[in-house]
């Protein structure tokens, strides 16, 4: 249901990687992880995921104490990079 005519996000993953992508492949299917977090704002699979990779340097989940983020809310991560790094939320 859409607050006041704004679609919430849910709550997120991130990850700071080399090499593939490991949140996304472009034109597949989501993952499980992706599905939960996009269906129940449940992120601890994509999370968990995400510590197997060997190209992910730094990874965490971001969200508000009060559920979905609606406009005007914020969410905090802090990451640290290098060059070549990339980052994806």
């Given at each position: 249901?859409?607050?006041?005519?704004?679609?919430?996000?849910?709550?997120?993953?991130?990850?700071v990687?080399?090499?593939?992508d490991?949140?996304?492949?472009?034109g597949?299917?989501?993952?499980?992880?992706?599905?939960?977090?996009?269906?129940?704002?449940?992120?601890?699979?994509k999370?968990?995921a995400?510590?197997?990779l060997?190209?992910?340097?730094?990874?965490?989940?971001?969200?508000?104490?009060?559920?979905?983020?609606?406009?005007?809310?914020?969410?905090?991560?802090?990451?640290?990079?290098?060059?070549?790094?990339?980052?994806?939320?």
């Open positions: 249901m859409r607050a006041g005519g704004a679609v919430p996000l849910s709550p997120g993953a991130w990850a990687f080399s090499g593939n490991p949140l996304f492949t472009i597949q299917l989501a993952d499980e992880g992706t599905e939960l977090i996009a269906e129940d704002g449940a992120t601890s699979v999370d968990a995400l510590n197997s060997s190209d992910v340097k730094m990874h965490g989940v971001f969200q508000t104490t009060a559920g979905p983020l609606l406009p005007g809310d914020e969410a905090t991560f802090n990451f640290t990079a290098s060059q070549g790094d990339r980052l994806q939320f």
